[in-house]
């Protein structure tokens, strides 16, 4: 493609925040683009520590709700049993999470962090800490509690309209 072409396709593209994807796009590819955006800084902070953001995720749950079995973590990061199965194994590898039998099931195992899984997560939450603080810099505390109801409120699942409504 020639070089006058390629500008006039690349300056016909909005900026993220600007045109559609700006206050006037589709809300769902709006939280898609913030999502994105914010992903890719939370892995460039956590890179300091040599954490993945799944991993992140996996430790924080853990420091939560110790003893979870892989299938809970799975559940609760939105990933599948599969993708859970390698994060923990890493994590297992790299000495952050212990595996156990579970007391009353053979064939699950708990998981809970170990000591320096808790060094390493207390380490990344003031890395994330920092990203998260920009993300809600400018906003006064009660808009903060607003975008949060409404982000719980998106995930809930909603009736759709009767047929004819």
Not at 33 to 42: I, N, P
Not at 80 to 88: G, K
Not at 134 to 140: D, N, P, T, V, Y
């Amino acid at each position: 493609m020639s070089k006058p072409r390629q500008a006039a396709i690349d300056s016909a593209t909005p900026a993220p925040g600007e045109g559609k994807r700006g206050v006037d796009g589709h809300i769902g590819y709006l939280l898609r683009q913030a999502h994105s955006a914010h992903r890719a800084r939370m892995e460039r902070a956590l890179l300091a520590d040599g954490v993945t953001l799944p991993q992140f995720s996996v430790l924080t749950m853990l420091a939560a709700y110790p003893g979870a079995s892989g299938a809970e973590l799975a559940r609760m990061a939105l990933l599948t049993p599969q993708t859970m199965n390698v994060i923990i194994s890493n994590l297992q590898r790299d000495g952050l999470i212990a595996r156990s039998p579970h007391p009353g099931h053979g064939r699950i195992q708990t998981n809970a962090l170990t000591e320096e899984g808790k060094a390493v997560l207390k380490r990344c939450k003031k890395l994330v800490a920092a990203v998260e603080a920009r993300l809600l810099q400018g906003l006064a505390p009660e808009e903060e509690a607003i975008v949060r109801r409404w982000l719980v409120q998106a995930v809930e699942e909603a009736p759709l309209p009767a047929d004819g409504a």
